[in-house]
Nanobody
């Protein structure tokens, strides 16, 4: 069973930076596409950034140029470097792993709170 544990959230001032980390366990990391999602109060959970098995990345328009997703296959980790943070980035950030075998399996972490406020 895949398990994901996020860390690195917290309170940061506008314009500041944070790096989120997600550790993967329970399966073969290299077989999973990884992504970060976020959910603000009263809003749906939206994709922030994704990284494929081969390392190709995609980003939500709202974070392009400010956020960078990366993965370390040896350490089974995925990261989200967040720069130039804005109050509208405030949300719970979730790590997601998705693998397609016979069926598509999707797993979630418990989430980490990011608050951008002065």
């Amino acid at each position: 069973q895949v398990q994901l544990v996020e860390s690195g959230g917290g309170l940061v001032q506008p314009g500041g930076s944070l790096r989120l980390s997600c550790v993967f366990s329970g399966s073969i990391f290299n077989l999973y596409r990884m992504a970060w999602y976020r959910q603000a109060p009263g809003k749906p959970r939206d994709l922030v950034a994704g990284i494929s098995i081969s390392g190709s990345t995609n980003y939500a328009d709202s974070v392009k140029g400010r956020f960078t997703i990366s993965r370390d296959n040896a350490k089974k980790m995925v990261y989200l470097q967040m720069n130039s943070l804005k109050p509208e980035d405030t949300a719970v950030y979730y790590c997601n792993a998705e693998g397609t075998f016979i069926t598509t399996m999707s797993y979630w972490g418990q989430g980490t709170q990011v608050t951008v406020s002065s």
